[in-house]
């Protein structure tokens, strides 16, 4: 695995340079992880569906093992063999795992071993995903998308339904044509926001990647009108 390759690299850069242990200099490296690459919960998993791997350290730092040891262990435990469910209740039960990052560890799991495609969750389907930085409170950008005239000025002609709503935190809707929309809004100091956005229920990877297009344009847009 290139990324885990990457991680021993950098721990033995580490050894050599301070004359730790391989495990000491391990764990120092994931001391070092900050808090904004050990993602929060809901980004962990708009992370992981997307196949945008999490980091060694994060993974590391949240659960004590990275991408390589936790396949191992699904390996030889016979997860191959096993369902999407069985798998993430298998890490929270055997290993405690929190359950946010049990489903984090299972997608990474399920794409490596060409169980489920990039993009495609636990159902078949498939979701986009996209995100930007914002100069803007939370409460302002929440707002730019539960307040129909503000949504209006970057996402025009579209008809959307709110199910749940979390100001200023989460944000959830039906799109027009049944798909879903989810959006969470992480400060990232003072005057900073931090937008994730999934569009799930998708037919296949084709409008995945088509939507993943817009939603990156939309977010551009977004910023322009926040930010102006």
């Given amino acids: 695995m290139t990324t885990q ?32 690459n050990g993602a929060a919960p809901a980004d962990a998993q708009v992370i992981a569906v997307a196949g945008q791997r999490i980091s060694d350290e994060a ?13 191992e262990l699904l390996d030889e435990w016979g997860a191959k063999e096993s369902t999407h469910a069985e798998i993430a209740r298998w890490l929270s039960d055997e290993h405690e795992v929190d359950g946010w990052w ?61 199910t749940t709503v979390n100001s200023p935190k989460s944000y959830r809707a039906e799109w027009h044509d049944g798909t879903r929309i989810a959006v969470w809004l992480t400060p990232k100091g003072e005057g900073k926001t931090g937008i994730s956005l999934q569009h799930e229920k998708l037919a ?24 102006g």
């Fill in 5 to 36: 390759k990457s991680f021993k690299t950098r721990i033995r850069e580490r050894m050599d340079k301070t004359g730790e242990s391989y495990t000491t200099a391990r764990q120092q490296l994931i001391d070092k992880a900050t808090s904004s």
């Fill in 59 to 71: 993974l590391a730092r949240r659960t004590d093992r990275v991408w390589d040891e936790w396949f």
């Fill in 102 to 162: 049990a489903q984090s560890i299972t997608v990474g799991y399920e794409q490596a071993r060409g169980m489920r495609k990039p993009g495609q969750t636990a159902d078949g389907k498939f979701s986009a995903s996209a995100s930007k930085t914002v100069n803007v409170a939370a409460e302002t950008a929440f707002d730019a998308f539960a307040d129909e005239a503000k949504r209006g000025e970057w996402l025009p002609d579209v008809s959307i339904n709110p």
């Fill in 204 to 227: 296949d990877a084709d409008r995945a990647a088509e939507l993943k297009g817009y939603w990156k344009e939309r977010l551009n847009e977004l910023k322009k009108v926040l930010e």
